[in-house]
Protein backbone atom coordinates (compact mmCIF):
# COMPACT_ATOMS: atom_id res chain seq x y z
CA UNK A 1 0.00 0.00 0.00
CA UNK A 2 1.06 3.34 -0.99
CA UNK A 3 0.02 5.09 2.74
CA UNK A 4 2.96 6.93 4.35
CA UNK A 5 4.32 8.69 1.30
CA UNK A 6 6.77 11.88 2.64
CA UNK A 7 7.61 14.83 1.63
CA UNK A 8 11.34 15.47 0.38
CA UNK A 9 13.73 15.15 3.30
CA UNK A 10 15.35 18.26 4.50
CA UNK A 11 17.96 18.91 6.55
CA UNK A 12 16.93 20.38 10.06
CA UNK A 13 17.84 23.53 11.08
CA UNK A 14 20.52 24.90 13.92
CA UNK A 15 17.42 24.82 16.09
CA UNK A 16 18.28 23.59 19.66
CA UNK A 17 16.10 21.01 20.82
CA UNK A 18 17.27 18.10 23.41
CA UNK A 19 17.54 13.88 22.57
CA UNK A 20 14.31 12.12 22.20
CA UNK A 21 15.27 10.18 25.54
CA UNK A 22 15.60 13.70 27.12
CA UNK A 23 12.50 15.58 25.84
CA UNK A 24 10.24 11.92 27.39
CA UNK A 25 11.96 12.62 30.57
CA UNK A 26 11.11 16.11 30.69
CA UNK A 27 7.28 15.27 29.43
CA UNK A 28 7.55 17.41 26.34
CA UNK A 29 7.24 16.12 22.94
CA UNK A 30 9.56 17.26 19.87
CA UNK A 31 7.21 18.77 16.89
CA UNK A 32 9.09 18.19 13.83
CA UNK A 33 7.03 20.46 11.61
CA UNK A 34 8.05 21.54 7.53
CA UNK A 35 8.57 24.47 7.27
CA UNK A 36 8.18 26.63 3.51
CA UNK A 37 6.53 29.62 2.03
CA UNK A 38 6.51 28.83 -1.65
CA UNK A 39 6.05 32.83 -2.21
CA UNK A 40 8.79 34.18 -0.29
CA UNK A 41 11.86 33.77 -2.44
CA UNK A 42 14.79 31.95 -0.98
CA UNK A 43 12.67 30.34 1.65
CA UNK A 44 13.41 26.61 0.93
CA UNK A 45 11.74 23.75 2.44
CA UNK A 46 13.31 23.05 5.61
CA UNK A 47 11.93 20.96 9.23
CA UNK A 48 12.15 22.78 12.05
CA UNK A 49 11.95 21.25 15.48
CA UNK A 50 9.86 22.30 18.42
CA UNK A 51 9.84 20.77 22.13
CA UNK A 52 6.39 21.49 23.08
CA UNK A 53 5.10 20.78 26.55
CA UNK A 54 2.98 17.39 26.59
CA UNK A 55 -0.46 17.57 28.30
CA UNK A 56 -2.95 14.79 28.96
CA UNK A 57 -5.30 13.96 25.91
CA UNK A 58 -2.74 16.55 23.76
CA UNK A 59 -3.36 15.67 19.66
CA UNK A 60 -1.05 16.83 17.19
CA UNK A 61 -3.48 20.14 16.31
CA UNK A 62 -3.24 21.27 19.54
CA UNK A 63 0.28 20.19 19.71
CA UNK A 64 0.73 22.71 16.41
CA UNK A 65 -1.58 25.38 18.38
CA UNK A 66 0.79 25.43 21.06
CA UNK A 67 3.52 26.44 18.94
CA UNK A 68 1.64 28.86 17.24
CA UNK A 69 0.63 30.12 20.53
CA UNK A 70 3.75 30.54 22.25
CA UNK A 71 6.22 30.43 19.64
CA UNK A 72 6.28 31.35 16.47
CA UNK A 73 2.67 33.17 15.09
CA UNK A 74 4.23 32.71 11.83
CA UNK A 75 3.33 28.88 11.52
CA UNK A 76 1.08 27.76 9.13
CA UNK A 77 -1.26 25.07 9.12
CA UNK A 78 -5.27 24.48 8.50
CA UNK A 79 -8.39 23.65 11.27
CA UNK A 80 -11.37 24.55 12.22
CA UNK A 81 -14.02 22.36 14.34
CA UNK A 82 -11.27 20.79 16.40
CA UNK A 83 -13.55 17.73 16.19
CA UNK A 84 -13.51 15.61 13.43
CA UNK A 85 -16.22 16.85 11.67
CA UNK A 86 -14.77 19.87 8.85
CA UNK A 87 -11.71 18.24 7.20
CA UNK A 88 -9.89 21.15 7.95
CA UNK A 89 -6.84 19.45 9.66
CA UNK A 90 -5.41 17.06 6.91
CA UNK A 91 -1.47 16.74 7.27
CA UNK A 92 0.98 13.80 7.13
CA UNK A 93 1.86 13.08 10.52
CA UNK A 94 4.96 10.50 10.88
CA UNK A 95 4.56 9.92 7.28
CA UNK A 96 0.69 8.92 7.65
CA UNK A 97 -1.65 11.10 6.10
CA UNK A 98 -4.34 11.92 9.18
CA UNK A 99 -6.29 14.10 10.76
CA UNK A 100 -4.44 16.52 13.12
CA UNK A 101 -7.05 16.80 15.60
CA UNK A 102 -8.14 13.11 15.86
CA UNK A 103 -4.08 12.10 16.38
CA UNK A 104 -3.61 11.80 20.32
CA UNK A 105 -0.08 12.31 20.71
CA UNK A 106 0.18 9.65 23.18
CA UNK A 107 -1.40 6.94 20.66
CA UNK A 108 1.53 7.41 18.49
CA UNK A 109 4.31 5.65 20.95
CA UNK A 110 6.57 8.33 20.44
CA UNK A 111 8.06 11.56 21.45
CA UNK A 112 9.38 12.47 17.78
CA UNK A 113 6.52 13.73 15.77
CA UNK A 114 7.16 14.59 12.00
CA UNK A 115 4.45 17.04 10.71
CA UNK A 116 4.28 17.91 7.14
CA UNK A 117 1.77 18.76 4.56
CA UNK A 118 -0.23 16.61 2.78
CA UNK A 119 1.46 15.10 -0.52
CA UNK A 120 -0.31 15.50 -3.96
CA UNK A 121 -1.60 18.98 -2.78
CA UNK A 122 0.37 22.50 -3.28
CA UNK A 123 1.97 23.74 -0.54
CA UNK A 124 0.41 27.23 0.38
CA UNK A 125 2.41 27.69 3.21
CA UNK A 126 4.15 25.35 6.15
CA UNK A 127 1.45 22.57 6.42
CA UNK A 128 -1.22 24.76 4.79
CA UNK A 129 -2.38 23.31 1.52
CA UNK A 130 -4.05 23.83 -1.74
CA UNK A 131 -7.56 22.28 -2.34
CA UNK A 132 -8.53 23.75 -5.68
CA UNK A 133 -7.53 21.11 -8.15
CA UNK A 134 -9.41 18.63 -5.24
CA UNK A 135 -12.57 20.63 -5.15
CA UNK A 136 -12.53 20.98 -8.56
CA UNK A 137 -13.10 17.45 -8.92
CA UNK A 138 -15.37 16.97 -6.69
CA UNK A 139 -17.56 19.13 -7.89
CA UNK A 140 -17.13 17.64 -11.36
CA UNK A 141 -19.60 14.86 -10.21
CA UNK A 142 -21.83 16.81 -9.48
CA UNK A 143 -22.24 15.68 -5.94
CA UNK A 144 -26.05 16.57 -5.14
CA UNK A 145 -29.24 14.82 -6.25
CA UNK A 146 -30.39 15.29 -10.05
CA UNK A 147 -34.06 14.76 -10.18
CA UNK A 148 -36.44 15.97 -12.99
CA UNK A 149 -39.36 15.48 -10.87
CA UNK A 150 -43.20 16.16 -11.74
CA UNK A 151 -44.61 19.35 -11.42
CA UNK A 152 -47.63 18.34 -11.65
CA UNK A 153 -47.77 16.35 -8.42
CA UNK A 154 -48.95 18.01 -5.06
CA UNK A 155 -46.12 17.80 -2.65
CA UNK A 156 -46.67 14.50 -0.51
CA UNK A 157 -46.88 12.59 -4.11
CA UNK A 158 -43.62 13.99 -5.05
CA UNK A 159 -41.87 13.18 -1.81
CA UNK A 160 -39.26 10.65 -2.74
CA UNK A 161 -39.18 7.37 -0.67
CA UNK A 162 -36.74 5.05 0.27
CA UNK A 163 -36.66 1.56 1.92
CA UNK A 164 -33.67 1.39 4.51
CA UNK A 165 -32.39 -0.83 1.80
CA UNK A 166 -31.77 1.56 -0.83
CA UNK A 167 -30.42 4.13 1.74
CA UNK A 168 -27.71 1.79 2.91
CA UNK A 169 -26.20 0.88 -0.92
CA UNK A 170 -24.56 4.65 -0.18
CA UNK A 171 -24.94 5.73 3.44
CA UNK A 172 -21.28 4.78 4.55
CA UNK A 173 -20.80 7.51 1.29
CA UNK A 174 -22.38 10.04 3.13
CA UNK A 175 -19.98 9.79 6.07
CA UNK A 176 -17.22 11.87 3.58
CA UNK A 177 -16.01 14.96 5.34
CA UNK A 178 -13.65 16.00 2.16
CA UNK A 179 -10.69 15.87 4.35
CA UNK A 180 -8.69 14.92 1.01
CA UNK A 181 -6.64 12.08 2.80
CA UNK A 182 -7.67 9.25 0.27
CA UNK A 183 -6.38 11.59 -2.27
CA UNK A 184 -3.39 11.95 -0.47
CA UNK A 185 -3.07 7.99 0.11
CA UNK A 186 -3.65 7.30 -3.42
CA UNK A 187 -0.54 6.79 -5.82
CA UNK A 188 -2.43 6.91 -8.86
CA UNK A 189 -3.67 10.61 -7.69
CA UNK A 190 0.43 11.35 -7.44
CA UNK A 191 0.91 10.55 -10.59
CA UNK A 192 -1.98 11.79 -12.85
CA UNK A 193 -3.34 15.39 -12.22
CA UNK A 194 -6.46 14.98 -14.31
CA UNK A 195 -7.49 11.78 -12.26
CA UNK A 196 -10.81 12.32 -10.35
CA UNK A 197 -9.53 10.76 -7.58
CA UNK A 198 -10.78 8.34 -5.02
CA UNK A 199 -12.57 11.30 -3.37
CA UNK A 200 -14.60 12.74 -6.33
CA UNK A 201 -15.43 9.14 -7.56
CA UNK A 202 -16.40 7.52 -4.40
CA UNK A 203 -18.78 11.11 -4.62
CA UNK A 204 -20.10 10.20 -7.91
CA UNK A 205 -20.84 6.30 -6.91
CA UNK A 206 -22.68 7.87 -3.56
CA UNK A 207 -25.19 9.68 -5.86
CA UNK A 208 -25.38 7.20 -8.87
CA UNK A 209 -26.66 4.52 -6.95
CA UNK A 210 -28.76 6.94 -4.73
CA UNK A 211 -32.52 5.42 -6.09
CA UNK A 212 -33.98 9.44 -6.22
CA UNK A 213 -31.06 10.43 -8.14
CA UNK A 214 -31.67 10.37 -12.40
CA UNK A 215 -28.09 12.02 -12.93
CA UNK A 216 -26.04 9.09 -14.29
CA UNK A 217 -26.46 10.79 -18.01
CA UNK A 218 -24.83 14.02 -16.68
CA UNK A 219 -22.13 12.16 -14.68
CA UNK A 220 -20.98 9.74 -17.17
CA UNK A 221 -18.26 11.57 -19.10
CA UNK A 222 -16.34 12.13 -16.09
CA UNK A 223 -16.71 8.26 -14.20
CA UNK A 224 -16.00 6.49 -17.54
CA UNK A 225 -13.13 8.30 -18.45
CA UNK A 226 -9.60 7.38 -18.86
CA UNK A 227 -8.97 9.65 -16.13
CA UNK A 228 -12.05 8.21 -13.74
CA UNK A 229 -13.18 5.20 -12.06
CA UNK A 230 -10.76 3.15 -14.96
CA UNK A 231 -7.71 4.49 -13.41
CA UNK A 232 -8.15 3.23 -9.90
CA UNK A 233 -5.06 0.50 -10.17
CA UNK A 234 -7.32 -0.99 -6.45
CA UNK A 235 -3.92 0.00 -4.15
CA UNK A 236 -7.05 0.46 -1.36
CA UNK A 237 -4.81 3.19 0.20
CA UNK A 238 -7.87 5.34 0.46
CA UNK A 239 -9.78 3.34 2.27
CA UNK A 240 -6.84 2.49 4.81
CA UNK A 241 -6.71 6.21 5.70
CA UNK A 242 -10.30 7.84 5.61
CA UNK A 243 -10.76 8.80 9.12
CA UNK A 244 -14.78 8.19 8.82
CA UNK A 245 -14.70 4.52 7.68
CA UNK A 246 -15.95 5.68 4.29
CA UNK A 247 -14.36 2.54 1.09
CA UNK A 248 -13.68 4.88 -1.47
CA UNK A 249 -11.87 1.69 -3.15
CA UNK A 250 -14.90 -0.44 -2.72
CA UNK A 251 -17.18 2.80 -4.48
CA UNK A 252 -15.14 2.79 -7.21
CA UNK A 253 -15.13 -0.82 -8.03
CA UNK A 254 -19.09 -1.04 -7.93
CA UNK A 255 -18.90 2.03 -10.41
CA UNK A 256 -16.90 0.15 -12.44
CA UNK A 257 -19.57 -2.63 -12.13
CA UNK A 258 -21.92 0.22 -13.12
CA UNK A 259 -20.70 1.61 -15.87
CA UNK A 260 -20.15 -2.23 -17.60
CA UNK A 261 -23.75 -3.08 -16.68
CA UNK A 262 -25.42 -0.03 -18.06
CA UNK A 263 -22.45 -0.48 -21.41
CA UNK A 264 -24.15 -3.89 -21.79
CA UNK A 265 -27.93 -2.73 -21.11
CA UNK A 266 -27.53 -0.57 -24.31
CA UNK A 267 -26.00 -3.19 -26.34
S1 LIG B 1 -10.21 20.64 12.64
FE1 LIG B 1 -12.05 19.93 11.71
S2 LIG B 1 -11.57 17.87 11.15
FE2 LIG B 1 -9.83 18.54 12.26
Redesign the pocket.
Do not use: D, T
Given at each position: MAVGLERPQTKAPPTAAPATQEAAASKTILLRVFRHSPSVADDAPRIVTYRVPRTRGMTV?DALLWVKENVDPGLAFR???????????GMLINGKPE????TQVADLGTDAIEVAPLVHFPVVRDVATDFTDFFSHHRRVMPYLIHRGNGDLAPVERELRQSEEQKLEYYQFTMC?M?GLCDAACPIVGMDKLYAGPQALAQAYRFAVDSRDEGWRERIDVVDDPHGCWRCELAGSCSAVCPKGVDPALGIQLLKRMVLRRRMRRT
Open positions: LYSCRMGICGSCLGCEIC
